[in-house]
């Protein structure tokens, strides 16, 4: 299907950007890779009246560790490829489950248009890299004509497809804490082929859990990290995974298996960080 008619800008600068978001407000949208927007309004579940090209503001592509000592965080660029992240030495030394996480995303032709900031905009409650952050507890950076806020991705998300992000405001950076090579981490995602969207996605980093696919948001299995913190045994932590969750049943899976492979992934996500 062709996307309805729309008007295309390409701006020099995130200071640009901004300036259209502000005109034109719930009538913009921004491409960064394409793969999430461009596909919804070929199905016309979106027909934005202008679309601002951000996919080469070389302002929103780094990576890097900002802050000192034990206050310090690696902040990536919205506009980062996910090839990057995933080949990124900074992420490999100090975020790995980011890297891990990111090489699950699609394909190499995806990877390498696709972008952090554009994945967690899209907010789809399936997708791979807001499982990671979740896990990491990092924090969005929205910036808009009046100023720039941090959001932590635990309050980011409200429903399907939908976040705390205004229309005049752009997702510039994310930053992650630290955690090093030396912590325990895994990701364990359930799929029926390579490439497809997550039946089911965990990932797991110094006893904290995010989830994907188990509602209508990314979320954390709160009462499984509560049981770790008490010093509870993997097994009965994990069979906690899906308890506060509400996923959805469709053609690739039912309600029931989807709690079921909560369960089975977090027990499986939580033995390998532990190195048991």
């Known amino acids: 299907m062709i996307p309805v008619g729309f008007e295309y800008v390409r701006p020099d600068s995130v200071d640009g950007a901004l300036a259209l978001l502000a005109e034109h407000g719930e009538d913009a949208t921004i491409l960064a890779g394409g793969h999430s927007i461009l596909p919804v309004m070929k199905l ?20 890097r560790v900002d802050g000192d000592g034990d206050d310090s965080w690696v902040a990536i660029g919205a506009g980062t490829r996910h090839r990057t992240v995933e080949s ?69 998300y409200t429903g399907v497809f939908s976040s705390v992000k205004e229309p005049d405001e752009l997702i510039v950076e ?60 993997i097994a009965d932590a994990a069979a906690l995974a899906d308890q506060g969750t509400d996923p959805t049943g469709d053609l690739t899976a039912t309600k029931e298996y989807r709690r079921h492979l909560a369960r089975v992934l977090t027990k499986r996500a939580l033995t390998t960080a532990a190195g048991a």
Do not use: C
């Not at 016309?44 to 990576?63: C, H, K, M, S, T």
């Not at 089911?200 to 948001?217: I, L, S």
């Open 44 to 63: 016309r579940l979106a027909a934005p009246e202008l679309v601002i090209d951000i996919g080469r503001l070389a302002e929103l592509n780094y990576v």
């Open 174 to 233: 994310v930053r992650v804490p630290r955690t090093g090579a030396g912590s325990g981490w895994a990701y364990e995602k359930f799929t029926r082929r390579a490439n497809d969207w997550a039946i089911v996605a965990v990932a797991v980093v110094d006893g904290r859990v995010g989830m994907v696919n188990m509602g209508p948001t990314p979320l954390r299995a709160s009462a499984t990290e509560a049981a770790l913190a008490e010093g509870a045994s």
């Open 88 to 156: 990124s030495d900074v992420v490999a030394a100090e975020v790995p489950l980011l890297a891990a996480v990111a090489r699950t995303v699609g394909d190499p032709q995806i990877r390498h248009r696709g972008t952090l900031g554009g994945s967690l905009a899209h907010a789809d409650p399936a997708s791979d890299l807001p499982a990671a952050v979740l896990a990491l507890g990092g924090t969005v950076v929205l910036r808009s004509p009046r100023g720039e806020r941090s959001v932590p991705i635990t309050g980011f």
